[in-house]
């Protein structure tokens, strides 16, 4: 298994949809894990943290199945601005930051 | 307004030559890192710099690569003899109690 795995996408919905993405990690010693998002040619920019079960701030929620190393995110009632690519973060060792490869939204009007 | 700044936002390079990227954090911080993003791939972990010394680097970071922090604010990764796979964006980030960390705007790198 990879260190962090996601599906790449392109995920295209319409507005208000409601979409999730999956990430697998690898290190079952991990205890915090971090949802990114990043805009074309942006930096990463911080979406959520997850430390225990789950997170929810707005329309974004995040939860944490340790059993089955896997790390989910999950936005309600889409808007055009989320279209971005999604970044799962498990950090490692000296709190390196392992990233997946992204999973592209696309919110169509 | 931006955690860390990053100068130049944009530097093209001869293949061979010296390049020099900065980061200056917004506020004092002990941790910091690197992080390069070849286009159209994903972000990688060059070094964490811990308390004015290299605490981690990855494989990418080779004997071409260094960090310093000359004047206790700055930050910089220097490579010494660019090659065209150098390019890429190169993000500085801080780190927040170890934790959670934010990136800067990065630099990108293109190496003719």
């Known amino acids: 298994r990879k260190e962090v795995e996601q599906d790449p996408g392109p995920f295209n919905v319409p507005e208000g949809a409601t979409v999730a993405f999956n990430c697998t990690y690898s290190n079952s010693a991990s205890q915090s894990f971090f949802w990114y998002r990043q805009d074309c040619r942006k930096e990463p920019k911080l979406l959520m943290s997850v430390y225990s079960s789950g997170n929810e701030d707005g329309r974004f929620t995040a939860q944490l199945n340790r059993a089955s190393q896997y790390i989910s995110l999950l936005i309600r009632d889409s808007k055009l601005s989320d279209s971005a690519t999604y970044l799962c973060v498990v950090p490692s060792g000296t709190y390196k930051y392992i990233f997946g490869t992204g999973t592209r939204l696309k919110v169509l009007a | 307004e931006p955690e860390v700044t990053q100068t130049p936002s944009h530097q093209v390079t001869q293949m061979g030559q010296e390049v020099i990227l900065r980061c200056v954090p917004i506020s004092n911080h002990l941790y910091f890192y690197w992080y390069r993003q070849i286009l159209g791939q994903k972000v990688e972990f060059l070094v964490s710099?811990?308390?004015?010394?290299?605490?981690?680097k990855s494989e990418i970071f080779d004997d071409q690569f260094s960090v310093e922090r000359p004047d206790g604010s700055n930050f910089t990764l220097k490579i010494r003899s660019t090659k065209l796979e150098d390019s890429a964006m190169y993000f500085c980030?801080?780190?927040?109690?170890?934790?959670?960390?934010?990136f800067g705007p990065g630099t990108r790198l293109l190496v003719l």
């Open positions: 710099f811990y308390n004015n010394e290299i605490s981690e």
């Open positions: 980030a801080r780190g927040d109690r170890g934790e959670t960390q934010y």
